[in-house]
């Protein structure tokens, strides 16, 4: 096996060098930060990465005696070789990003697998350029730790995620005193699954925690939203009215005022429609308190969740429901979101089975599911 030792002032300028000598699917052998000389005061910290063609098949056998082909070497003694070569899609998705961590990297080479571990889940770049900064200021200055070691940064990275990560069960608490039942509307873009998740969420708290809830639809728009949310409640025994104004749903509750808990369906509609925003916030708006929970679809695109959220905020919503998180590997994003609107997480829905594919989370499971791994 050729092997040669390539030099950069950055991990990215490394890389690139591998790939215009040695081609695309060049072995990674090993990295290492070479600190600059003390006697030059010109100079900056180098790294090198060792590397070699990619092998060929034929390389991996010899002939015995008797002109068996036998493998040279163990399964066994190539699992330090794995562990490096694992490492390749990291260095490689770093080059070409505007990442800004040469700086942080030149004190902790281990960074930079984890931060390309942390944009694949779908966080951003800024986001995950300030989690790996604040991990590594906290594992700096905690000096029972031993800087150097992935493993070890990785714990604070876990930490640091876990600060932006708050999450609330609203229907853990009992009455308000208002004599009127916990009113719960779930609003959001058109087809993130509000209605689907009020028929799991309603299934959760009559079967499970055995509460008596009633669904109300304010869904005027879309046909046949009441008769969806409606086959529901017939399936589970659970009383469904419509009330498409402030007066109905007065009304409405005061039927049910009998209840523990009555959850609000509501109609989805554009971010940018303002107009059925108002009108969604004039028929919430009353005497009467009503809780207010932000539905999102981990579908959606990075910026239009942004977006959306923003747009959402005038409702004054108390948590976000995160829907679909089974449809993509880039849950991630959820960082970024709680960061830019800071509210606590009450609901994630990972399936379309009511009422089982339901989560209230807590903060480690919840980061387990983003992450895609497992955390411990």
Do not use: W
């Not at 200021?137 to 000096?143: F, I, P, Q, R, S």
């Not at 402030?246 to 039927?255: C, H, I, P, S």
């Amino acid at each position: 096996m050729r092997v040669k030792i390539f030099k950069g002032r950055t991990i990215q300028e490394a890389m690139a060098s591998i790939k215009e000598e040695l081609g695309p699917d060049a072995m990674i052998l090993s990295t290492r930060r070479v600190p600059k000389s003390p006697r030059d005061p010109y100079a900056k910290d180098m790294f090198e990465i060792e590397a070699s063609p990619k092998a060929d098949p034929k390389d991996s056998v010899v002939a015995s005696p008797k002109g068996y082909v036998v493998n040279p070497k163990p399964a066994e003694d190539l699992a330090p070789l794995k562990d490096e070569l694992a490492s390749i899609k990291d260095l490689i998705s770093l080059v070409g990003l505007e990442s800004g961590l040469d700086s942080l990297m030149s004190d902790h080479s281990e960074a930079a697998g984890l931060f390309a571990s942390l944009i694949r889940t779908g966080i951003s770049e800024k986001k995950a350029k300030a989690i790996l900064k604040n991990a590594c200021a906290a594992m700096d200055g905690d000096h029972n730790e031993a800087a150097g070691s992935m493993a070890i940064l990785k714990k604070y990275v876990i930490q640091e995620c876990l600060k932006d990560i708050n999450t609330v069960d609203p229907f853990a608490e009992g009455t308000d005193g208002s004599g009127l039942p916990h009113a719960a509307a779930f609003v959001g873009p058109t087809g993130v699954g509000k209605t689907t998740t009020i028929a799991k969420l309603a299934a959760e708290l009559k079967f499970k925690r055995k509460k008596s809830v009633g669904l109300v639809s304010i869904d005027s728009y879309r046909m046949g939203a009441f008769e969806q949310l409606k086959s529901y409640a017939s399936i589970m025994g659970i009383m469904c009215v419509p009330a498409f104004s402030r007066e109905d749903l007065v009304k409405t509750l005061e039927r049910m005022r009998h209840m523990d808990i009555v959850l609000i369906d509501t109609a989805g509609h554009s971010h940018s429609d303002t107009a059925r925003m108002e009108e969604v916030a004039q028929v919430l708006d009353g005497d009467f308190k009503v809780s207010v929970h932000l539905v999102l679809s981990m579908t959606t695109g990075f910026i239009d969740m942004k977006t959306a959220a923003s747009a959402f905020s005038a409702l004054n919503p108390e948590s976000y429901v995160f829907t679909k998180i089974d449809e993509t590997k880039r849950c991630g994003k959820i960082l970024d979101q709680v960061g830019d609107l800071r509210l606590p997480i009450s609901l994630v829905t990972n399936g379309q089975r009511v009422p089982e594919d339901l989560i209230v989370p807590k903060p480690q499971d919840l980061l387990g599911l983003m992450l895609g791994r497992d955390q411990g």
